[in-house]
């Protein structure tokens, strides 16, 4: 069975070439997987855990059906039908282009051929290949089922056609593609993280932090800085009214300073390996591996939560996905009372009961209100004007348990609608499992004043027809119910 | 008029000591600000204005009360009464060494002189000076308010007990102190800093990337990494269960590699400098710095917040500090229905009509909930033996609008409990001003079971003694009403 989003072929299967798997799967590709190494399918077993307890936390909707996930003995079997073809094999030049020598007597001629190697440049992987200019780079950051971040890099003799339309499927598996202006070893990202590293051995090998307190000295400082600015606009900021030229000014003679021992590479003997090792060990034995990536995992999932709800750096590609993924739901037909959410419950709203906490059903019953106010017509230039609704009143009954994971839907009834006054009830469910019910009584209200006040014509018309067409309906069950009252 | 908390003179209020005079002050030190520039004080109103729009944010309780602000003509004048004395003057030594003489004059002897500096080790600053035993550096990262990172150095002259004290001291306003081990040039994280600076200025000289590019293929991928781990960590996590020594064997050899070039200096000449500053402006011109700074600032929050919840990296120093300021609350005495929250409205509790989502009037309610459970006696092992409970029906009116920054309070009456049932009356007030009144009825459960059972022997025991105590009082207006019930 082939899912309308594709085919991904996934050439070596390690911690990237499976998280790249359960990146593609989880967003509705079939996968199918080549690795002759006994431990892969325990590697892919393991990234697709931890991809299904993280990635749909990211998102506000529910994300398509995962595609069929199939393991393969050959090449052509895995790029059989694959308009992807990612290859994450070891860093050895000879075993990748021998590989795409395999990959090319059987793939389309149309799918892309993408390497997932840091270290080589596209015209290097091409050279000797039958159809070199079907070979590109897409460089991802582990864990690659969570970072948006893929480097795509071409040759001269890569069509920027085909990298625009990598661009595109990667943007589509909820991707942040750069397109890198030029073939340069190790692209863009790699060459920081290069830097970095050289400096944190020489301040290790000299006595002078621990690896501890090296990752202390980025994670309680700039590393916070750089989750949602980069390097430039951080500067910028720190350049005040005087922009970027005065602080370059400012700073730029700070370049010659004898700052760093980066003009050598200190050696990486038995020594300072074991010094790192054990350095290591106290600062992250007491973890795990697995404990370490599922803390990762959560605290990436926390960080792109709240950058989204502010639309900002990797939120906002989160945002513009997930308005591919489920695009505004079109305005209903009545008298229905219309499906006003649907959507994962995110690992965030669970409490130490294990389950969705309390307050989340409100989360959700709110949402769901926003929804029908902009099939409404309170959309945020109506706000803008100064017309929104106050809420008065909620009624919660909770009827049964919603786990972390559960796709949620809420249905939302109009019981009067139309003048000041708007009275609705929800009804949310897992499946047909009614779980809980919400009674709201809102105000239309002038934003200035802050003060009741008549809906704007429109959004006062959309609710006197939801009103009417809802009035045949029975009286929902807990109707009108004060907390405590007797069944 | 001294707070309890101390006396702090900042000596030097650009961006980074007027973001240390509203980290002090906001944490409720008096601060004395010394700066003979004619900006200085609107610097300071400008931090201020930022760092009560966002510092509070972080927290879930009531920071303390503000500390008073001072300007002042002199150095005697600024530091007189100062335990902490702060210099962040701009990075000419002779200047600095110039100003610890006078600092010095005045200053008690017990008074800690911390530097901001960069660029120079506490050696160079001690050179000459009076006590150089006094002076250290405390190298804090823009926004200083926000960001916990304090570099702590001092030379062989300084007591090692003298840099406790400023640990202790810099822990007390929020911040995650870092002892470097020796005096180098940069300390530890500029020296990341300005490696990664010298590669991003090759990538654009040579044209490979953009501010804006180079900026996204640190947000989009190991800026959000470094946001929560190092890189030690992060890279321990890649070694797999092989271990830092495995991964250090697969990655030392690509030191070798000619990846950088780092080995020399571009020259930051004209063309240099206008390249990246219209660079910069094509990518981040649309905002003014003010905006940028409000974006950085609200994005900071958002993570730190989202770190906070898992007790994860700066999150983790948060929540640490957080039980300094308002350590939990004793057993309170009954009859009078007890306080069960007090804090302020963080930023990320806001939606579009400019105030508290409705929401996070049942979060709030569920935490005073949690707390009156948790004076009960049903904290974590209780739970975790399997008693809990579960909520099944909550009435919220709401009365008034709530303000972000404004400090909420909720007290909470007992209407029932004892036995399987729980009736408990929230009101929740902005000082005296009634905002939302809830009402909630909780069944005690078996975990195990998930079905209602009796508290445990001494949970039940203490909710008798609280409804027989509350029940004298006269019902609350609003009890048992319904959604839309006339008054």
Redesign the interface.
């Known amino acids: 069975m082939t899912s309308r989003k594709g085919t991904a072929a996934i050439l070596g299967a390690g911690?990237i070439g499976a998280g790249w798997a359960a990146r593609f799967a989880l967003m509705g590709w079939d996968v199918r997987i080549f690795d002759p190494a006994a431990a892969a399918p325990q590697i892919v077993e393991d990234a697709f855990a931890r991809a299904r307890a993280s990635l749909p936390a990211l998102y506000d909707v529910a994300l398509p059906d995962m595609g069929t996930v199939s393991f393969h003995d050959t090449i052509a079997g895995a790029v059989s039908g694959a308009v992807w073809i990612q290859e994450s094999a070891p860093e050895r030049l000879d075993l990748k282009q021998s590989l795409y020598q395999q990959v090319q007597e059987h793939a389309a001629l149309t799918a892309i051929l993408a390497s997932s190697t840091s270290?080589f440049t596209p015209s290097e992987l091409q050279a000797g290949a039958t159809r070199p200019e079907q070979i590109i780079v897409a460089h991802p950051?582990?864990p690659v089922y969570l970072?948006?971040?893929a480097?795509l890099v071409g040759s001269d003799k890569t069509d920027p056609a085909l990298l625009d339309r990598a661009a595109d499927m990667l943007t589509g598996i909820g991707m942040?593609p750069?397109k890198?202006?030029?073939e340069?070893?190790?692209h863009?990202?790699?060459?920081?993280?290069?830097?970095?590293?050289?400096?944190?051995?020489w301040?290790i090998k000299?006595?002078?932090?621990t690896?501890?307190?090296?990752?202390?000295?980025?994670?309680?400082?700039?590393?916070?800085?750089?989750?949602?600015?980069?390097?430039?606009?951080?500067y910028?900021?720190?350049?005040?009214?005087g922009?970027?030229?005065h602080f370059?000014?400012q700073?730029?003679p700070?370049?010659?300073?004898?700052?760093?021992k980066?003009?050598d590479?200190p050696d990486?003997d038995d020594a300072l390996?074991?010094m790192?090792?054990s350095?290591?060990?106290a600062?992250?034995g007491a973890r795990?591996?697995a404990q370490?990536?599922a803390?990762?995992d959560?605290?990436?999932v926390?960080?792109?939560?709240?950058?989204k709800?502010?639309g900002?750096?990797?939120g906002a590609?989160l945002s513009d996905h997930e308005a591919t993924i489920a695009p505004p739901a079109p305005n209903p037909d009545l008298p229905t009372p219309p499906r006003t959410m649907f959507r994962q419950v995110p690992g965030?709203w669970v409490d130490?009961?294990?389950h969705m906490?309390?307050?989340?059903?409100?989360?959700a019953?709110?949402e769901a209100t926003d929804r029908i106010l902009l099939w409404a017509g309170m959309d945020?230039a109506c706000?803008d004007q100064g017309h929104?609704v106050?809420?008065?009143?909620?009624?919660?009954?909770?009827i049964d348990?919603v786990n972390i994971g559960d796709t949620i839907s809420v249905t939302t009834r109009v019981l009067q609608g139309g003048g000041k006054k708007l009275?609705l009830w929800h009804e949310l469910r897992v499946g047909e499992r009614l779980c809980a019910t919400g009674?709201?009584?809102l105000l239309h209200v002038d934003?200035a004043s802050?003060r009741s006040a008549a809906p704007r014509a429109d959004v006062g018309a959309w609710f006197t027809r939801a009103q009417a067409a809802h009035a045949a309906l029975p009286d929902p069950d807990g109707l009108?119910?004060?907390?405590?009252?007797r069944t």
């Open positions: 911690v270290g950051f582990n970072l948006p971040l480097e942040s750069l890198v202006r030029g340069i070893p190790a863009i990202a790699d060459r920081f993280l290069e830097a970095v590293w050289r400096e944190a051995l301040l000299d006595g002078v932090a690896t501890a307190e090296i990752d202390d000295a980025i994670r309680m400082g700039f590393g916070l800085r750089w989750a949602q600015m980069g390097l430039f606009e951080t910028r900021i720190a350049g005040g009214n922009g970027m030229a370059l000014h700073f730029g700070a370049l010659q300073w004898p700052w760093t980066l003009m590479v990486l390996v074991d790192i090792a350095q290591s060990d600062q992250s795990s591996i370490l990536e803390a990762r959560g605290n990436l926390a960080i792109m939560r709240g950058l709800a502010r900002a750096g990797a590609v965030t130490y009961n294990g906490n309390e307050s989340h059903y409100l989360t019953f709110s945020a706000v929104s106050f809420t008065v009143e909620t009624h919660i009954r909770h348990e009275h009674e709201q009584l934003l802050r009108g119910r004060h907390v405590g009252q």
